[in-house]
């Protein structure tokens, strides 16, 4: 089969036109894609088959977490990191980038 690049499509897919991919994402065992975090360009060839995909992960990146000094110490931080938590658990990022800039926050 002869391979002529000026048969092929390129496309960026994102939300759930993302789902073409799944087959091959799980063939090799690879994570699936956070949808809200992710677009793909997808490599069609003439009869419309998937022949390639490159795609971009927006990983999200967690930072700062701010609290007013008077309110320090009340419990405010510890419930904030426990809402965003909740957040990046229920849309699974395949990985989380958090700046700890401080002994304190790195234990959080």
């Known amino acids: 089969m002869d391979k002529d690049l000026q048969t092929v499509t390129r496309k960026w897919l994102s939300g759930d036109d993302l789902d073409v991919l799944e087959p091959i994402l799980k063939t090799r065992n690879w994570m699936p894609l956070n949808k809200p975090l992710t677009r793909a360009l997808v ?25 007013d000094p008077a309110w320090r110490g009340s419990g405010l931080a510890d419930e904030l990191a426990d809402e965003m938590h909740k957040v990046l658990a229920d849309t699974p990022p395949g990985g989380v980038w958090l700046t700890a800039e401080n002994p304190l926050t790195a234990k959080m």
Do not use: T
Not at 51 to 64: N, R, S, W
């Open 43 to 67: 490599a069609f060839d003439a009869d419309g088959q998937i022949v390639g995909f490159y795609v971009l992960k927006l990983l999200p990146h967690v930072e700062p977490l701010f609290v």
